[in-house]
Every structure is written in structure tokens, then in C-alpha cells.
């Protein structure tokens, strides 16, 4: 591949290897620090030493990629905010545990059913001097406003740190959480809130009180709230006010990219502000003073748009295509794309973690070296027949880049994306220039009517027809199940497909289905193994009790009565039997006795009836039953006793103490999670 022929790409590229080394391996602070700097004395040794010695020429650039590395694994390890003997997880022992403490409002997230969230900074914990960011849950209560950025608050509530998923294939929350240095969640009641008296008056600070008084100018001119929530979206990158259905919309039709600030949006900004500078002699001294005020206005637009991984990668992209421009000089586009992840990485390396980082990296970079291609397939003679054609190669290279990646993560793929495309992406730059003026003018306290009503006309438009492609719904393929091993197989077919049709050889054709056998071997090897699976599981939902026994891709599932009729639609099995290749074999109600194995598992309920002649090897109670534990262990004493979350807390800690007392393993879901034989 050209493309791995660049120095740049090739740093880049061991950098971040060095960076998911570090997150899986998790080395020691001091020896990722000692093996780094014995690769930069490397690298100084078989500089200097001439050529002709005994040191080869290439072991130079060997030193090199291997500091590159070496410096991705530091970075890593150096950015753990945990490394700080204040930080909370220090002093937080326990689940549940009361705390009081004095923290400072830092972002503000897309609310619960329940609660307003926050990502809060902790000052003190429980009156000692701590550090360390947290989500900050908050229940609902119309009396209470939204807190501003930079807030100070003295709160009292529950915290807790992070825990594994509460049951198999759940989105891990708590890694999601990590991955942005968030280890613990405090949940607090609006009456245990004290609002501080000072304000951290930060960067962040002033530009969400400049996004506040835009929104507030417009409110009060009257925009409609539906579309002022998707505007907000679109040019300040603030998704918080914008409905689930608007949302689920968006997903549906294949245009949820529109809805975050990314390359569309600042590159329309680029080439705003180039237009608004042509007055500018093209002398030496003009194109400096251009180009500082470009970079000027794109990183304030990204400062203004919350910083978002998106809205940085594409702030610093252009930034580098903006130099380029203004020094007349030629850029290649790889190597922009690879210095731009570098540096945003240097800084933060969590983002490599975040998905719409992923997503959006892997969408330019197909857009860059796929589209070509795909758009040399047809030359259309007519100018806006091209136009057309190159929105959907575009459109299409993308996808195709995405493809194994966000049905990883989503399970799902929406078919009309190319249609949504050809439809909206015309009028996009018409409601950008609208929606970027509008903005402008808001933050000056003044409002055109005509522009106004016009972007929010737009708007309108934009969500009906999003609405209606959303609406066929069978052209949206849901719970679509993609191992990590086969997202990676289809990557594989996808490079040597696409490098075998750039330059066509026999040598190449073979190399494209040999791939295909490869992963036609991995899905046969998943398939293999789901085969030999054998397990029996007491999921973790809330007032009710669901198990599931397994044996290979054939579900027997068990419930009670509160159990949606159709098992397929309750989320919770959705995840593991889409995970797992699997499907629904059987339902049957919960009988007192279950085997499993060699297990025999008594099921006690609420009626607190059991037959006293079985002996048992698992005792597992649900519905919250009247018994005595320490009676029943007089007559057995069973391997392991399991609580499901379908039962009473206060029983729950009477059962632990009895089990505790008696030496016999307790395991309650709710704490721990899902049960698995």
C-alpha cells in the first residue's frame, strides 16, 4: 500500500500500537518510563555512529518506531489520573458508600428518565482534599434549574465506582466511563444540594455561558423547541435538549453523523471564513495574518462546541489544511490525517477509546482512498448529475469503511443511508451558512426574523424528511451479531478487495480470496465454539426473575409472569442472544426444581414452599420469600446460595449475614451481577 510508504503514517501507526499495548497490559509507571529512555538514548547511538560502522543504516529507523511505541505506552500510562494518591478511588472502599462532597459542574450530559446528569470535578471528599472527575446523577425536580459550568456544589449522596455489567453482553458502562478517566457515580437528592459560592471561571466556563446566551436570544425570539435542540446540535455540538425520537430518527435513516459537529461542519467553517477574508492582500504579511485569524476562529468554534473527540479531530485537521493553504503549499492528505491523530492523541490518548473517534477516522480516511475509485466508475457528462454521483461514492465509501465497525458496536445498519445522503447533504451547506449566522448575530443580542424563520423552516424540513425515511423501518436490519475476530476478517476482505481493484493482479485476486477463506474460518470457528457451550444464567432484572439455560445456539428461557410475552423484545436477552449467536428454543414457566448438568437448583419464591426431601446443590430465591435460612440449612447445606434482584434489599442482607455465619457462598445479582454455571 502507498499510503504505508509515509514516514509520518508508519510513527503514527507504532504510537498508537504502543498506546493499546499499554491499555490491555497496563505496565508499571517506571518501567514504561525506564524503556523509553533507553530508546531515545537508541535512537541518539545509532544516529551518530557513522554508517560504515558496525551499527547497519536501518537500525536507526528501527529505534525510531520503536520509541514511537515506546512514547504511546507512557502517554497511556502517564494520563492515569488514578497514578495521584488524592484521587478518589483511593479513599472509596465499598459500593453504596454515603459521602459528602464539594465539587465543581464540568459538563453537562443528556438526562435520564430519572435523574440530570453532570460530569463534576471532586474538590474535597468527605472534608479531605481529593481529585478525580465523576458522573454526577441528580433526580429530577421541576424546582431545580440546570446548573451551569463551573458551578460550585457541597453535595451528600451515594457513591459508587464503577462496576462490570450487570449482565452477559451489556454495554460495559463502567469501561465506557473509564475510557473518559470517570472510575465512580454519585447520586445525589436535590434537598442534599448546597450551591457553593464561587465559580471556576475556565475556558469552559465562558463558552458554555456564550452557548447559553445564544440559546436564550433565540428562545426568546421564539424558535421552535424541537428544532432549536437540533440547531444547537449541528453548530455548537450540544446534543443534551434533543428527544429520543428525534434522535432515534436521525439513526434509522443513516444520518445520526449530522447531528455531531464533525469535518462537514468545520470545513464548511474553513472555507466561511477564507471567503470572508478575500479582501486581504495575498502579500507575505496578509496570509500570515489570514492564517492566524483561520486557526483563531476554527479552535474557537471547537472550544465553543464543548471539545467534543469529534470536533477536535476535525479542528485539528483543518488547522493543518489551513496552514497548507495559506502557505501555498501541497498537502497530502494521509499525512495530515495520521499528525492530527497524533497530536490529539499525544493529549488525550483516551480518545482512541471513544467510538465516534474510531468512527469518524475510519470514515475519512475510506472517503479519501475509496472514494476515487468508486467514483471512477461512471463519468457523468451533466455537472449536476456529477454532483449527485460523488455525494453518493462519498456516502458509499464511508459506509463501506464504517460497516464492520459500527455493526460491532450497534448491531445494526441502516439501508436508505444513500438515499438520506442524496437528499439532505445538498441543502446541508444552505443550513450551516443559516444556522452559523443566526449564531453569530444571537451572540450580539440580535436577531433577523427573515434568517431566523428561514433556519428554523430548514430545520423543520430536515426532521420530516429524516422522519419519513426513518419510517421504513425494514430497511433498518437490527440485532445483527459480528464477533471481534469477524470484524476484523471483514476488514481484511474490504483492503485486499479495494487494493486488488486499484491495481488489478493475479497475485492480488489470490491474496482477496484467501482473505475470504479466512474469514469464512473464523465464522466457522465462532460457530464451533458456540456449539460446545453449556451454561445456565440467573440474569439481573429489576422486580422480576428471567434464567436461561443454553446448550450450543438453542435458548431455553425461564420466567414469570411479568415477562413481556415476546422474550426477543426484552433488552436484556436481546444483547446475550445477539452476542452469542443464539436463539430462542423454548419458554417456560419457573418450576421449583431445575437441572442443569449435574446441578440440582431449588427455586424458592415468595410463597416460601419448597419440597423438604430434595437435597439441593443451589438454593436460588426469588419474589422475596418468608423463610429462615438457618433453618433450612439444618436439613442441607447447599454449594452456593443465589439471590436474583426480583427480591426485598433488607432480606437480601439477612440471607448474606445467615450465609456468612454458616460458611456457604452467597451470591446476589444485584451486587455482583449475573449468576453463570
Same mark, same amino acid.
Given at each position: ?461 430536515? &426532521? /420530516?424528511? =429524516?422522519?419519513?425515511?426513518? +419510517? ?5 436490519? *437490527?440485532?445483527? !451479531?459480528?464477533?471481534? $475476530? ?111 448438568? &449435574? /446441578?440440582? =437448583?431449588?427455586?424458592?419464591? +415468595? ?5 423438604? *426431601?430434595?437435597? !439441593?446443590?443451589?438454593? $436460588? ?57
Amino acid at each position: 500500500m502507498r499510503v504505508l510508504q509515509f514516514p509520518l503514517i508508519k510513527i503514527t501507526g507504532c504510537f498508537v500500537s504502543g498506546l493499546l499495548f499499554a491499555h490491555y497490559a497496563k505496565p508499571p509507571f517506571l518501567i514504561a518510563l525506564i524503556t523509553l529512555l533507553l530508546s531515545f538514548i537508541a535512537i541518539v547511538i545509532t544516529y551518530l555512529v557513522p554508517r560504515k560502522a558496525i551499527v547497519p543504516k536501518n537500525y536507526f529507523g528501527v529505534a525510531t518506531f520503536l520509541t514511537a511505541f515506546l512514547i504511546g505506552v507512557f502517554t497511556l500510562v502517564s494520563n492515569n489520573p488514578t497514578r495521584n494518591k488524592l484521587h478518589y478511588v483511593h479513599f472509596i472502599s465499598s459500593q453504596n458508600k454515603n459521602c459528602a462532597a464539594t465539587i465543581t459542574i464540568k459538563e453537562r450530559l443528556k438526562s435520564t428518565k430519572v435523574n440530570d446528569r453532570y460530569i463534576v470535578q471532586i474538590i474535597t471528599l468527605n472534608r479531605k482534599e481529593s481529585c478525580g472527575k465523576v458522573l454526577l446523577n441528580i433526580r429530577k425536580n421541576q424546582h431545580i434549574s440546570a446548573f451551569e459550568i463551573g458551578t460550585s456544589l457541597k453535595v451528600e449522596g451515594i457513591f459508587d465506582l464503577n462496576r462490570n455489567p450487570n449482565n452477559p453482553n451489556q454495554f460495559d458502562y463502567g469501561s465506557y466511563l473509564e475510557n473518559h478517566q470517570i472510575y465512580g457515580q454519585l447520586y445525589v437528592e436535590p434537598s442534599n444540594i448546597q450551591i457553593g459560592s464561587t465559580t471556576d471561571k475556565d475556558i469552559a466556563y465562558y463558552a458554555s455561558f456564550l452557548r447559553s446566551q445564544i440559546i436564550r436570544n433565540l428562545e426568546k425570539n421564539h424558535f421552535h423547541k424541537s428544532e432549536l435542540s437540533v440547531v444547537v446540535a449541528l453548530i455548537l455540538g450540544q446534543q443534551q435538549d434533543i428527544s429520543p425520537e428525534v434522535v432515534r430518527d436521525y439513526q434509522y435513516a443513516g444520518a445520526v453523523h449530522v447531528l455531531s459537529v464533525s469535518g462537514l461542519h468545520v470545513g464548511f467553517i474553513l472555507l466561511f471564513i477564507t471567503f470572508l477574508l478575500k479582501p486581504f492582500p495575498n502579500t507575505r504579511t496578509g496570509s500570515i495574518a489570514k492564517l492566524i485569524i483561520v486557526i483563531t476562529f476554527l479552535w474557537a468554534f471547537g472550544i465553543l462546541a464543548g471539545l467534543a473527540p469529534s470536533v477536535v479531530r476535525s479542528v485539528t485537521m483543518f488547522s493543518f489544511v489551513a496552514v497548507g493553504m495559506y502557505l501555498r503549499r501541497s498537502i497530502n492528505i494521509y499525512n495530515t490525517l495520521a499528525v492530527s491523530a497524533f497530536l490529539i492523541l499525544l493529549i488525550q490518548p483516551s480518545f482512541l477509546f471513544d467510538v465516534g473517534f474510531q468512527l469518524s477516522y475510519v470514515a475519512l480516511y475510506f472517503i479519501v482512498w475509496l472514494q476515487p475509485l468508486l467514483a471512477s466508475t461512471w463519468n457523468p457528462k451533466y455537472k449536476i448529475v456529477s454532483y449527485f454521483w460523488d455525494i453518493i461514492t462519498v456516502s458509499f465509501a464511508a459506509q463501506i469503511g464504517t460497516l464492520p465497525i459500527s455493526i460491532y458496536y450497534f448491531h445494526q445498519f441502516p439501508g436508505l443511508f444513500f438515499i438520506t445522503n442524496i437528499v439532505i447533504l445538498p441543502g446541508m451547506s444552505l443550513i450551516l451558512g443559516l444556522g452559523v449566522m443566526v449564531m453569530l448575530l444571537a451572540t450580539f443580542n440580535w436577531v433577523w426574523m427573515p434568517l431566523l424563520k428561514a433556519l428554523e423552516w430548514s430545520i423543520w424540513l430536515l &426532521n /420530516k424528511i =429524516i422522519a419519513w425515511v426513518a +419510517s421504513f423501518e425494514n430497511f433498518v436490519f *437490527k440485532d445483527i !451479531p459480528l464477533h471481534l $475476530l469477524s470484524m476484523w476478517g471483514l476488514y481484511l476482505v474490504i483492503f485486499s478487495f479495494v487494493i486488488w481493484m486499484k491495481k488489478p493482479t493475479y497475485r492480488k485476486f489470490i491474496a482477496s480470496l484467501f482473505a475470504i477463506i479466512i474469514l469464512q474460518g473464523i465464522a466457522i470457528s465462532i460457530k464451533y465454539s458456540n456449539q460446545k457451550v453449556q451454561e445456565f444464567i440467573v440474569f439481573n432484572k429489576q422486580g422480576t426473575s428471567i434464567f436461561t439455560e443454553r446448550i450450543g445456539d438453542k435458548v431455553t428461557v425461564f420466567f414469570r409472569e411479568k415477562l413481556e410475552k415476546n422474550a426477543n423484545a426484552n433488552l436484556v436477552l436481546r444483547s446475550y442472544l445477539v452476542a452469542n449467536y443464539c436463539s430462542i428454543q423454548k419458554k417456560t414457566a419457573i418450576s421449583n426444581l431445575l437441572y442443569f448438568k &449435574n /446441578k440440582k =437448583i431449588l427455586v424458592i419464591d +415468595s410463597s416460601g414452599v419448597y419440597p423438604e *426431601k430434595e437435597c !439441593p446443590d443451589i438454593i $436460588l430465591l426469588i419474589n422475596s420469600p418468608k423463610i429462615n435460612l438457618e433453618r433450612v440449612f439444618q436439613n442441607w447445606k447447599p454449594q452456593k446460595v443465589v439471590v436474583d434482584a426480583s427480591n426485598f434489599k433488607s432480606y437480601c442482607k439477612v440471607w448474606k449475614a445467615t450465609c456468612a455465619k454458616e460458611k456457604i457462598p452467597f451470591h446476589n445479582t444485584a451486587e455482583k451481577g449475573f449468576f453463570k454455571l
